[in-house]
Nanobody, 122 residues
Framework: VQLQASGGGLVQAGGSLRLSCAAS????????MGWFRQAPGKEREFVAY????????YYAPSVKGRFTISRDNAKNTVDLQMNSLIPEDTAVYYC????????????????WGPGTLVTVSS
């Protein structure tokens, strides 16, 4: 299993970024996916979730209305569109494959990508 996130970078508050996670080595279209983030000195936290077919999505309250998760099963990618970014969104963002259990619990995910850094300046 390989997950490679891209699209991170430095952006000013109020700006936008689009993260993309390319997946390979497993039946991508059969698995739900999630995005998590980890800020310096903090625990990794749930950001967004999408079911295998893209029909259901969930978001952390802190990003709901600003972030949108989507997937393309033909391309084996899952994206995270981030708008109205604030400095508190600064973190390393990870995509992950859900194996089961609560969608917002990182223990429910068994494969993780290396992450991509997002820095939001004020």
């Amino acid at each position: 299993v390989q997950l490679q996130a891209s699209g991170g970078g430095l952006v000013q508050a109020g700006g936008s970024l689009r993260l993309s996670c390319a997946a390979s080595g497993f039946a991508f279209r059969s698995h739900s996916m999630g995005w998590f983030r980890q800020a310096p000195g903090k625990e990794r936290e749930f950001v967004a979730y999408i079911t295998w077919d893209g029909s259901i999505t969930y978001y952390a309250p802190s990003v709901k209305g600003r972030f949108t998760i989507s997937r393309d099963n033909a391309k084996n990618t899952v994206d995270l569109q981030m708008n109205s970014l604030i400095p508190e969104d600064t973190a390393v963002y990870y995509c992950a494959v859900r194996r089961g259990g609560t969608y917002s619990d990182r223990q429910s995910y068994n494969y993780w990508g290396p992450g991509t850094l997002v820095t939001v300046s004020s």
